[in-house]
Every structure is written in C-alpha cells, then in structure tokens.
C-alpha cells in the first residue's frame, strides 16, 4: 500500500513537471506570459467543472452500469439455484409444515400481483413461522437430497458473484448447515425430542431463507422475463393445483 501511494506521488511530481516544462517552451517561443496565465486560470476554473463530469456523473454511471451487469449474472446463478434444488426444498418441506395453508395464502403469487403484493409477501417470509415437526418428515430422504447435491452447492458458494449477495449466501449456508447435521448422525430413527427440536430449528431458518430469495427471484423474473415467470406461475408449489401444461 506505501509502495502504491509514493507511486502516486512521483507520478503527480512528474505531471507537474512537464506541465511546466510545456508552459517554459510556449513562453520561450511566444514570449507572452499575460496569454500564459489566462489560459492557466482558465483551465483551473474549469477544473471543478472537469472532476464533477469525470468522477461524480461518468464514475456513477459506469458503477451503476457494472452493478446491473453483476445483478443480471446473479440472478442466472439464483436461477440455477432454484431449477436445481430450490424449487424442490420449497415443495416437498412444505407439505410437512403444520401451518401451510398459512404459507402458500400468502405466497400464492398470480399474474396480477403489484409491487405492493409482492412486498406485502416479503414482509411475511421475513418474519415466517414455520410450525414443522420433524417426525412427520422423511429425514432420511432430506439426507440424502442434500448429500446428492453437496457438490453443486460447494459450487456455488465458490461463485464470486454470490459476494454482492449476503442473504443469498446465507440461504446457501444454511443448507449446508442443515446437510451437515444430518449427515453427522449415523442414523435418523428414534431421535430424542430435544435433537428433532434443534433440526426443526435448522429447518425453520433454511425456509425463511428459501421463501425470501425465491420472491426476489420471481419478481425479478416478472419484470426482466416474462416467459419464464409464466412457467412459476403454473409450476410454484404455493398453489391449489399445479401443472405445466397450459390449459
């Protein structure tokens, strides 16, 4: 870091310097040192003027430009996410939970929801309670789902995307989290209440995770792709009936 900065400094000594061998060199052949000056506090009243449209205006905009790259190859990551593992954790842990039908009212989105339906469902998910006993789950077969798709979430926690996304991380941490318990135990059968209590707890907070980012996800895909919302609308497990096939 001292290295870069005394870099800086020769480079700003240097620039200087030449700006004044430049101004030695026009005043030797014109010999006007009243054109010189005006010029020269010309160019450093327009000065501020310069910094302004380079580093406030042009910087932001290539900023904002690049940040709407990133969200874009994130969203294509979210996606995978969910086409890969997301959209089954939210089916199949949801027919256990004791309040679904609580649930999928408030997550039923339609075709016609607004801005304000689908941050109306934010606030839910974010402070979701799921009520779930674990007894009524196949713990076995959540096992074994996770440890199939142990390597596709190492993957994505190494995708350097993921670092503009906090909340997405932690959904991914929180599976991992959930797969590590269970793989940890040699067997799932006849656990003690205490430990079924502490995997619902693991259970509860993979959910409220997944339910969030899956909204986020779905209105990104309202408004950016309409043709791929339309295949959520028939195929999300919030829904009555669900069905590919358009009818």
């Known amino acids: ?11 700003a000594i240097a620039f200087v310097a ?7 060199i026009h005043y030797l052949i014109f010999r006007d040192i009243h054109h010189i000056f005006i010029y020269m506090v010309g160019d450093l009243a327009f000065l501020p003027l310069e910094v302004l449209l380079v580093v406030v205006i ?7 430009r690049e940040r709407q790259a990133k969200l874009e190859k994130l969203n294509m990551v979210v996606g995978a996410f969910f ?13 256990h939970f004791d309040n679904r039908l609580e649930i999928s009212r408030h997550l039923n989105i ?20 799921v009520e779930v006993d674990c007894r009524n789950i196949d713990l076995g077969g959540l096992k074994a789902f996770l440890a199939q798709k142990r390597e596709f979430l190492l993957t994505m926690l190494g995708n350097p995307s993921l670092l503009e996304h906090d909340r997405f991380t932690d959904l991914l941490w929180a599976i991992t989290h959930l797969d590590e318990e269970l793989e940890a135990r040699p067997s799932l059968i006849d656990l003690p209440g205490k430990d079924l209590e502490h995997i619902a707890g693991d259970i509860r907070r993979l959910y409220d995770h997944l339910a969030s980012e899956w909204l986020d996800y779905v209105q990104h895909l309202k408004s950016k792709y309409p ?15 669900q069905s590919p096939i358009i009818t």
């Open 18 to 24: 030449l700006s004044a061998i430049a101004y030695f």
């Open 110 to 129: 339609t075709e016609s929801w607004t801005k304000k339906a689908f941050q109306k469902a934010v606030d839910f998910a974010h402070h979701l309670r």
């Open 58 to 64: 042009i910087e932001r905009l290539l900023a904002r």
């Open 227 to 241: 043709f791929l919302f339309s295949l959520v609308l028939r195929t999300h497990p919030f829904q009555e009936h």
């Open 1 to 11: 870091m001292r290295r870069r900065f005394s870099f800086v400094i020769y480079l």
């Open 83 to 95: 086409s890969e593992m997301g959209n089954r954790l939210l089916q199949d842990l949801l027919k």
